[in-house]
């Protein structure tokens, strides 16, 4: 066990339970939310090392979940994962601040090392 935590947020239960577990096996301490609201309000508690969110999911995206993030927490680094990345919506989360943009799907091997680069920094 290390000394972060991590915050996954994604909505489809499967990845989200899959990007957990990779995680842990490498030492985090992994925190789970299955939409935005819930992911807000576990950031509000909580403070995370770095926060992995999905960029599409119901009731509230990934670009506002990170907005609202913002609001309290300016300096959180975000790794947005998608599958439905364009140039227009990676260039919009590099301004709003985050760090890394994965495509899916996404191998074990990059989220790990998109984890470890985030915290070198």
């Not at 992995?52 to 959180?76: C, H, Q, S, W, Y």
């Not at 301004?95 to 996404?106: A, D, H, I, T």
């Amino acid at each position: 066990m290390n000394d972060y935590s991590v915050l996954v947020v994604d909505d489809e239960e499967h990845t989200r339970l899959g990007y957990a577990e990779v995680l842990r096996i490498d030492g985090y301490d992994v925190d789970v939310a299955q939409n935005g609201a819930e992911g807000l309000k576990k950031a509000e508690r909580k403070e995370y090392q770095v926060i992995v969110t999905d960029l599409r999911m119901p009731e509230m995206d990934g670009m506002t979940f990170i907005e609202k993030l913002r609001n309290f927490d300016p300096e959180a680094r975000v790794i947005v994962i998608t599958a439905f990345g364009t140039f227009k919506t990676y260039k919009k989360t590099k301004e709003m601040g985050v760090v890394s943009f994965l495509n899916k799907p996404v191998r074990a091997r990059d989220l790990k090392e998109a984890v470890a680069d985030i915290l070198k920094k």
